[in-house]
């Protein structure tokens, strides 16, 4: 069992993304989205800590994130599988806090239909606020 500690849940939300690197772009679909960071399934994963252009498009909606990214861990040359899908989790670098903001929001709409600890919800709601308030501070 692990001790990992998260700052927040993840949510299993599909989105296309696209990766840019200076190499070119590639395709990929997320999981595990978090404020943080998100899973990218894609057929040629980047090397551990490779820094790259994320965008991602949020289906029946004008919306489209965009962020700097790096690789934390990268399942290149393993299986394929349910257990270690073909793809790398990455953290956000530098994401607008609107982007932040809204993936936040998404994974709380997600998980309120998952049967998720009140407390884990309560990060994201926290985050949520917490943007707002910055935003009316300096508006």
Known sequence: MSNEKRDYPRAEIKWPAVIKTDQGTMDGVTSNVTPNGVFIHCQKPLRLNEIFELTIDI???????????EVTWSNR??????????????????????????IARAALNYLKSEEVAPELLQTLQT????????KASVG
Do not use: C, H, Y
């Open 59 to 69: 289906p029946n909606s004008d919306q489209t994130l965009t962020a700097r990214a």
């Open 127 to 134: 985050l949520i606020i917490d943007v707002d308030e910055v």
């Open 77 to 102: 040359w393993g299986p394929d599988d349910e257990i270690s899908p073909r793809g790398m989790g990455v953290r956000f670098v530098k994401i607008s806090s609107e982007a932040r903001k809204f």
